[in-house]
C-alpha cells in the first residue's frame, strides 16, 4: 500500500496539494481498512513512518526518482508541524541518512 502511494506521487507527477492529501487520505483510508477493529493511532503513525522509509530508500537503479523531490511532494499532504508531518519527516530523514551512508560505503551516489 506503501509503494502505490509513493508511485501514484510519482509517476502520475501530482503536484497539486489537494491532490497529495487526497492520496494520503485514500492510503490511510486502506490501512483502516485493512486494520478493522484492530486500528489505533499507533498504526496509523507506522504507516506514515513505513512512506518515510520508502521513499528515502525507493530503489532507483536507473536514477529517475530524485528522493528529496518525492519527499517534498509526499509533505504537501500534511499541514506542517503536525505530528503526521513530523513523524514522516523523521522517519525519511532516519532512513535517507542510512541509505546514503550504506551507499558511500558501496562506494555508490543516490
Known amino acids: 500500500m506503501a509503494l502505490s ?3 501514484l506521487v510519482q509517476s502520475f507527477d501530482i503536484t497539486q496539494e489537494i491532490s497529495i ?5 485514500a492510503y490511510l483510508k486502506l490501512v483502516e481498512t485493512h486494520h478493522g477493529d484492530r486500528m489505533e493511532v499507533g498504526k496509523e503513525k507506522d504507516a506514515i513512518r513505513l512512506v518515510g522509509e520508502m ?8 536514477n ?7 519527499y517534498k511532494k509526499l509533505m504537501k499532504g500534511f499541514a506542517e508541524g503536525t505530528s503526521d508531518s513530523d513523524s514522516f519527516k523523521k522517519s525519511y530523514e532516519e532512513h535517507r ?4 551512508g550504506e551507499a558511500e560505503g558501496a562506494g555508490l551516489k543516490n
Open 97 to 100: 541518512i542510512r541509505k546514503l
Open 21 to 25: 492529501k487526497r492520496a494520503w487520505n
Open 64 to 70: 529517475k526518482i530524485n528522493p528529496e523531490t518525492l
Open 5 to 7: 502511494l509513493i508511485y
Open 55 to 62: 521513499a528515502a530508500r525507493v530503489p532507483d537503479p536507473e
